[in-house]
């Protein structure tokens, strides 16, 4: 692999990554709605809101690398512009 071409992988392999990483968070099962009504009690609806919050943490950890190498891909390209 060229220098010339690694930023342009960097930034394909990292939009892959974040595409996985949101697969993987929606497949978990994150289209759960939280139903809040007035007759509820504040300790119920604490609990429906953390239940609702659990994701699942490799979903997360794949979208962060993923942004993460599509950053490092914008860097190196505007560094070896005006470099």
Not at 51 to 70: E, T
Request: glycine content about 10%.
């Amino acid at each position: 692999m060229s220098s010339i071409a690694a930023p342009y992988w960097l930034l394909a392999g990292g939009i892959l990554v974040l595409i996985l990483g949101y697969l993987m968070a929606a497949l978990s099962g994150g289209s759960n709605s939280t139903f809040i009504d007035h007759r509820m009690s504040d300790e119920e609806i604490s609990r429906q809101l953390e239940q609702q919050n659990q994701g699942n943490p490799i979903a997360g950890l794949f979208v962060l690398i993923g942004y993460l190498a599509i950053f490092i891909s914008i860097a190196w390209r505007l560094y070896n512009k005006f470099a």
